[in-house]
Nanobody
Framework: QVQLVESGGGSVQAGGSLRLSCAAS????????MGWFRQAPGKEREGVAA????????FYADSVKGRFTISQDAAKNTVYLQMNSLKPEDTAMYYC????????????????????????WGQGTQVTVSS
């Protein structure tokens, strides 16, 4: 049974930082893609960052490049999202997602920032950035 448990959300002022964590279990971690998505009220869920756990390749949405960093601790089956220079428009519910076949799909040219590529989702953690 795949489980994704997120933590680390909260409220910060613009310019501040937060670090999200996602602990994964129930599948072969080392060949997967894991992604962070976010959804603001009234908006579609969008991909923010992703990582191929087998090789460490990372992918970012243009809106967060240079501000957010996705990383992993393979020994703990955990993925992190370090968010710096936060802006009010970063306010959203943030979700961790896992695609156990992500490694294979990357080789086939799939985009790991596309929501429909992912099979498993965490419960979400709220990030609120005030101006």
């Amino acid at each position: 049974q795949v489980q994704l448990v997120e933590s680390g959300g909260g409220s910060v002022q613009a310019g501040g930082s937060l670090r999200l964590s996602c602990a994964a279990s129930g599948y072969t971690y080392s060949s997967a893609c894991m992604g962070w998505f976010r959804q603001a009220p009234g908006k579609e869920r969008e991909g923010v960052a992703a990582i191929y756990t087998g090789g460490g390749s990372t992918f970012y949405a243009d809106s967060v490049k240079g501000r957010f960093t996705i990383s992993q601790d393979a020994a703990k089956n955990t993925v992190y999202l370090q968010m710096n220079s936060l802006k009010p428009e970063d306010t959203a519910m943030y979700y961790c997602a896992a695609d156990p076949r992500g490694g294979i799909k990357l080789q086939l040219g799939h985009d790991p920032l596309i929501r429909d590529e992912y099979n498993y989702w965490g419960q979400g953690t709220q990030v609120t950035v005030s101006s």
